[in-house]
DNA sequence: CTTTCATATGAACAGATGTTCATGTGTTAT
DNA sequence: ATAACACATGAACATCTGTTCATATGAAAG
């Protein structure tokens, strides 16, 4: 019995070229996290909205709140997180504070999931 | 006082015409949670390794939890996941079931969210 | 038909996540 | 200075998520 993997299935030889091969390509682990992390910003509806707002127009965080029918203060946590990721940014005008998009993949990944969505 | 929205923050004019023109323009509320819903499945490192993974080749379950090191209990059940949501897909072969992506979408989510991580 | 390999699945558990509630900070107007 | 508005933030809480562990199913080999 061959002894180079013996964890892998079967297949003596063939298996372990493609397994191999696959091995080499993947990303190094940071960047599958970092990936993981951008997507799981587009994985939350409350966030998924404030984006599709924030695709039209800028807008400050009361109105954003008011438009979505969601608490300011839901809002608030989740902008927060959005500016962790560098996604939003903001700026103040007087008393508000007026977000808009920082990155234009947020079209983009937004664009490309929605065509998956609509079929 | 302008009674037309009395939550609002205040600007009187200018900014109820916008929050009124943003909402017309957002999708309906079915299409808003299935995109989140989409790109949930690609907000976990596991699944998204196995999407990496599955992008270079087709492959068996116990291929793939000995490429990336994670159990096969764990695996199987995020593929259940991944194809509750369409985005792969399997086939027998004798003792194995054989893996491969179900969905040209997959390639260019992830391709503009690497885009993105990579600066 | 019993065993073995490949995979699926349910229960249990720990940790992550998102909301609410109360309160704090900063800005403008009176 | 004080009040009112816009926003931020921490704690508490309930829910969701992903893994492990044990076990079940299903195909092939002996």
């Given at each position: ?49 404030i984006m599709f707002v924030l695709m039209e127009s ?43 998009l920082?990155?234009?993949?947020v079209r983009?990944?937004i664009g ?8």
């Amino acid at each position: 019995m061959d002894e180079i993997n013996e964890l892998m299935c079967e297949e003596p030889g063939t298996h372990a070229d493609v397994v191999g091969r696959v091995r080499e390509s993947l990303p190094d682990d940071d960047t599958l996290y970092e990936l993981a992390d951008l997507f799981k910003m587009f994985g939350d509806s409350t966030r998924m909205k404030i984006m599709f707002v924030l695709m039209e127009s800028e807008m400050c965080v009361c109105d954003i709140a008011e438009l979505l029918g969601i608490s300011q203060s839901a809002i608030s946590h989740q902008l927060r997180i959005l500016k962790q990721s560098k996604l939003i940014s903001s700026r103040r005008e007087g008393k508000n504070i007026i977000c808009f998009l920082a990155d234009d993949h947020v079209r983009s990944i937004i664009g490309q999931g929605l065509s998956h969505v609509l079929e």
